[in-house]
């Protein structure tokens, strides 16, 4: 069985070996990124760590950040997004407290998210909010399986960030096709060998199966061109700016979300 304690090793041995082949780098940017890693990944660790409470605050927080920047992407006001963050809140809180009631509070969320541009007798673009609100529903909702997956979602999550690592330097390494005109600086032989890498994470964390293999190879690389077809349709190159040397939470979640949404449905 998967636990973070048991994960905990090798978490830290990857932040020890990023640590040096970053600094070797030399580059800013990427010292940046690191030091985001390392302040990150141990705070997380310990919030799975205590279980299914840990699991909810680490989904929660990480949940109401994500609608902040997805809303900024959207251009929705500020009654458009607390809204959106209660109602994410609350299908994660369910997921914890009551996950019988899970579909009922999506429900609820999405006549709460409907309920926001008709009361606001919005006609210019009330029909945007809307659908934009129940996307952001839909899509971040699915933060609440951190709560029933626990450490298996940990674990997933290492895989499919490894695997975007590879992806974005064999890709620029080996050029060839490109994977799509959402998204122009990926490739084809990146994406495999993301794929690839991905596959050995999960073996060495004991946690490969042939669900948690589809949720890696298929799933990371379609959440992160969801990302990016909706950074395109805003016409903006970061989903926010707050985390430092990324372009925002949901750059670094966006291959998880859809990952963690295949994983749902193929258990």
């Known amino acids: 069985m998967i636990t973070a304690a048991s994960l905990a090793p090798y978490l830290g041995g990857a932040l020890v ?9 030399r580059r800013r940017e990427l010292m940046v990124r690191w030091c985001a890693w390392a302040a990150g990944v141990p705070l997380v660790t310990c919030a799975f760590w205590l279980g299914r409470p840990g699991a909810a605050a680490v989904a929660i927080a990480v ?11 959207m251009r929705l006001g500020w009654a458009d997004r607390v809204v959106l963050a209660a109602a994410v809140t609350g299908v ?31 006609a210019d673009h009330g029909l945007r909010r809307l659908c934009a609100g129940l996307l ?12 029933p997956l626990g450490a298996s979602a940990l674990a997933l999550f290492v895989a499919v960030s490894i695997a975007d690592i590879v992806a974005y330097f064999a890709g620029r390494g ?9 998204s122009p600086a990926k490739r084809w032989s990146g994406t495999l060998s993301g ?19 589809v949720a890696v190879t298929v799933g990371g690389p379609v959440g992160d061109l969801l990302e990016s077809m ?10 926010g700016r707050w985390l430092s040397g990324s372009g925002g939470l949901l750059d670094r979640v966006d291959s998880l979300l859809i990952a963690l949404a295949v994983l749902l449905v193929l258990r």
Request: a positive charge; glycine letters at 14%; hydrophobic letters at 65%.
């Open 17 to 25: 070996m990023g640590g040096i082949a970053v600094a070797a780098s």
């Open 174 to 182: 080996l050029g060839g096709p490109r994977l799509s005109p959402l």
């Open 63 to 73: 949940g109401v950040i994500a609608v902040m920047e997805f809303g900024g992407l």
């Open 136 to 147: 952001g529903l839909a899509w971040l909702s699915v933060l609440a399986a951190l709560v």
């Open 230 to 239: 909706i950074k395109r349709g805003a016409r903006a190159k970061d989903a």
């Open 195 to 213: 794929s690839a890498a991905g596959l050995g994470v999960l073996a060495v964390l004991s946690a490969l199966s042939w669900p948690m293999a």
């Open 92 to 122: 994660v809180t369910a997921a914890w407290l009551a996950p019988g009631q899970v579909l009922r509070v999506v429900a609820i969320g999405a006549l709460a998210v409907a309920a926001v541009p008709l009361l606001a007798g919005d």
